[in-house]
């Protein structure tokens, strides 16, 4: 049997309509057959058994069957997995249709929360549904926005989530009282100690406020932030007279200013002002707070001096054109100033007269002033030849004199006729200032020259100036030859020179020049006796030179060979030159070896303890500075080991040169200790094939090792004021046999 005959068709005239294929047109009207699962009253049929093919037959008559339902020709039924996919499809519809109507009302999130999506943020089947993409924490709750933020229903459906922060919240103030000066209006925020608050608060009266009568006053602040939300406090504020003593002139500076505010207001807390420029005329606020009350009070800044004016007499020529304040020296106020004069002035005519000036400053306050002026009839500039006198000048400047007006005179006429060729500034004194003139110079005459024979050296360059006379010239004059004389070959030769003057005049003249053999030496210059002490450095050459004729500088020879440097006496030094034509020079001179003495050393000595001491040094400081010299200024060397037992000269090589071996460090020490008043004495090592020197000091009435020389690294310990006992370590421990000497010697130390 077909499964579709076995399934009960569906009565609801709804159901999907199946189009006929086969042609056979439906029947229209009629009713359908009973199914064996319906009945026609609607109850439901008794169940029949089957009766199998082997049963015996049953005398009884059988059931009558149930009609069975006929399926409508032309309508298939709809499978049962088919109705419950449907079933399942619509219900999920239905399902995503409300998450998503859900979803559709925004998410809100107050103003500087943490990030959250709301309920499905917190509730955790929903969270399971709606999936963010992205971090939500990373969303800015600062602010307020409309964020849209990709979420994923079920795990695959995308959608937009609105997220909005907003701000609920009202600002919370804090107020605190104002005592404010009679008139004052101050803004309704200076009544706000704190606002606490996500947005930008605004700050108004509920209610106009009374700051225009004395005594003890309330008002309603109202807060309300960028979202609207709104807080009233009531606050309170005292209206005080106005305070005398708080204007202050123009040019008074802030810190003159606060200063002068803080010694008056002792008892109201730190005063500050509002932007105060001290440049500016007007009304400034200054505030105090102290205990919670804020005093507003009025300061201002006024302009009531008048400007300070120095007139400035005046000589012009006719047609020049000045401003008022060009009659002023100078003009001094606080504020922009501007200059008017009563009377225009005829800059046209020449004469004298008086202009009445008037300086205002920006604010009003002005000063009458006067000063003189003459104006001449003269030339502005001229043109003259190199030579022309001052007078000249004066009567080419001024051609018809002014009547009544002095003539002006040159400032320096002795440097008229010397003036350059070119554009001059030349300035005229009249009786009131000085006049500028420009005094263009020329030179169209050209000089006058007179040369000479001249004689010259083989090889030496010929200079023209050394064949010249005389030569007259109003400008300067340079001189050069024609054609330059060959002075390579001996004989005469005649050699043409030119003068050429300022202008550009040139004038020329013959002269013999004749080329002899050089037989002239150099000049050897600067040679002088010598003095040094015994063992100096001894400096033959300074300030000594050699120039020749015609090899200009030239080197030179000294023979020192005599002079023995360590040893006092005089010798004789030779200086000697030769130029390239073999022409000598020789000077001599005495050099004076002096010798070293206590007097010597003792003025080293006390030079370098000027410096490094000072009064009311006990002797332990006073050896400690010694000491801390000597290790800062010398240097250990071997090259002066000669100076071995001579304690003076060994010092005064220390001193000198700064370097030397123990010896000369003991030497110094030694000089430097006796001149500071310190008892000492030499103390040496016991064995004589490395022999070391240092000194022993007596300090405090005991006996202390003081040696200032370098020990050998890596023990460079140092041995200032040690002990026996000390040194002894330190050739045990470190550096052996160091210190060793014999005892029996020198006295102990403690």
């Not at 917190?122 to 549904?129: D, I, S």
């Not at 608060?201 to 225009?212: K, L, Q, R």
């Not at 005292?238 to 002792?266: C, H, P, Q």
Request: glycine fraction near 6%.
């Amino acid at each position: 049997m077909n499964d579709d005959h076995s399934r009960t068709e569906s009565a609801d005239d709804s159901a999907p309509q199946t189009e006929n294929t086969a042609g056979i047109p439906e029947p229209s009207g009629e009713e359908p057959e009973n199914t064996a699962g319906t009945t026609t009253d609607g109850a439901a049929p008794e169940p029949t058994a089957e009766k199998p093919d082997d049963a015996p037959e049953s005398q009884e008559p059988p059931e009558p069957e149930t009609p069975k339902k006929r399926r409508r020709p032309g309508k298939k039924r709809i499978p049962v997995g088919v109705r419950v996919i449907l079933t399942i499809f619509i219900i999920l519809a239905l399902i995503i249709g409300g998450a998503a109507a859900f979803a559709s009302v925004p998410v809100y999130i107050e103003l500087g929360d943490e990030p959250s999506l709301g309920v499905f943020g917190k509730n955790g089947m929903l969270g399971a549904v709606c999936e963010p993409e992205t971090d939500i924490l990373a969303l800015d709750t600062s602010t307020l926005s409309r964020n849209q933020v990709p979420v994923r229903f079920f795990g695959f459906l995308p959608w937009k989530l609105n997220v909005v922060v907003r701000d609920t919240t009202p600002p919370e103030v804090t107020a605190r009282q104002l005592s404010v000066m009679n008139g004052m209006e101050p803004d309704p925020s200076e009544f706000a100690l704190s606002c606490a608050d996500m947005t930008p608060v605004t700050f108004e009266f509920a209610s106009a406020p009374d700051f225009s009568t004395d005594g003890e006053h309330t008002a309603t602040l109202s807060a309300s932030d960028t979202s609207g939300n709104k807080t009233d406090v009531t606050v309170n504020y005292t209206v005080t007279s106005e305070t005398v003593g708080l204007r202050y002139e123009l040019g008074t500076t802030a810190d003159e200013i606060l200063s002068d505010l803080k010694a008056k207001f002792t008892d109201i807390g730190e005063v500050t002002v509002d932007s105060l420029d001290d440049t500016v005329c007007g009304d400034y606020i200054s505030r105090a707070e102290n205990d919670g009350v804020l005093s507003l009070f009025r300061i201002t800044i006024s302009d009531t001096l008048p400007p300070d004016a120095t007139a400035k007499d005046t000589e012009l020529l006719v047609g020049d054109v000045i401003e008022a304040a060009s009659f002023l020296s100078a003009l001094t106020d606080q504020s922009e100033v501007s200059v008017t004069t009563d009377e225009a002035i005829d800059f046209d005519t020449p004469g004298s007269g008086t202009a009445k000036l008037r300086a205002t400053d920006a604010w009003g306050n002005s000063t009458d002033i006067e000063a003189a002026y003459h104006i001449h009839t003269a030339v502005r500039d001229v043109t003259i030849e190199a030579g022309t006198t001052a007078d000249q000048l004066t009567s080419m400047l001024f051609p018809e004199p002014d009547e009544g007006l002095p003539t002006p005179t040159p400032e320096n006429p002795d440097m008229v006729p010397r003036l350059p060729v070119g554009e001059n500034t030349v300035m005229y004194v009249c009786e009131l200032d000085k006049i500028p003139f420009t005094v263009n110079v020329i030179d169209t005459v050209p000089p006058v020259l007179e040369v000479k024979d001249t004689e010259l050296a083989k090889g030496v360059a010929a200079d023209p100036s050394a064949f010249v006379v005389s030569c007259i010239d109003a400008t300067d004059v340079t001189f050069s030859f024609e054609t330059m004389p060959d002075t390579s070959v001996t004989g005469e030769s005649a050699v043409t020179i030119i003068a050429t003057d300022g202008g550009g005049n040139r004038t020329s003249a013959t002269a013999k020049l004749t080329v002899v053999y050089d037989t002239i030496p150099p000049v050897i210059s600067g040679v002088k006796d010598l003095y040094s002490y015994e063992g100096d450095t001894i400096a033959y050459r300074a300030g000594v030179s050699a120039v020749d004729e015609t090899d200009g500088k030239v080197s030179f020879y000294v023979d020192t060979s005599a002079v023995k440097p360590y040893t006092a006496g005089k010798y004789r030094i030779t200086y000697t030159a030769v130029d390239s034509h073999g022409n000598r020079a020789v000077e001599t001179a005495t050099v004076t070896v002096r010798k070293v003495t206590e007097e010597v050393l003792n003025a080293k000595a006390d030079k370098i303890l000027k410096d490094i001491l000072t009064a009311g040094m006990t002797d332990r400081e006073k050896a400690k500075a010694i000491y801390d010299w000597c290790r800062e200024n010398l240097k250990y060397s071997t090259v002066t080991s000669y100076l071995m037992g001579n304690y003076v000269k060994a010092a005064y090589s220390g001193y000198r040169l700064h370097y030397g071996n123990c010896y000369t460090y003991y030497a110094v020490a030694r000089s430097l200790l006796s001149r500071a008043g310190i008892t000492n004495m030499m103390i040496q090592r016991n064995d004589p094939n490395k022999p070391h020197y240092w000194n022993l000091v007596k300090i405090g009435g005991s006996w202390y090792h003081f040696d200032t020389c370098p020990q050998p690294a890596p023990y460079n310990d140092g041995c200032f004021l040690l002990t026996d006992a000390e040194v002894a370590a330190y050739s045990k421990n470190k550096q052996k046999g160091y210190y060793s000497f014999n005892r029996a010697y020198y006295p102990a130390t403690p």
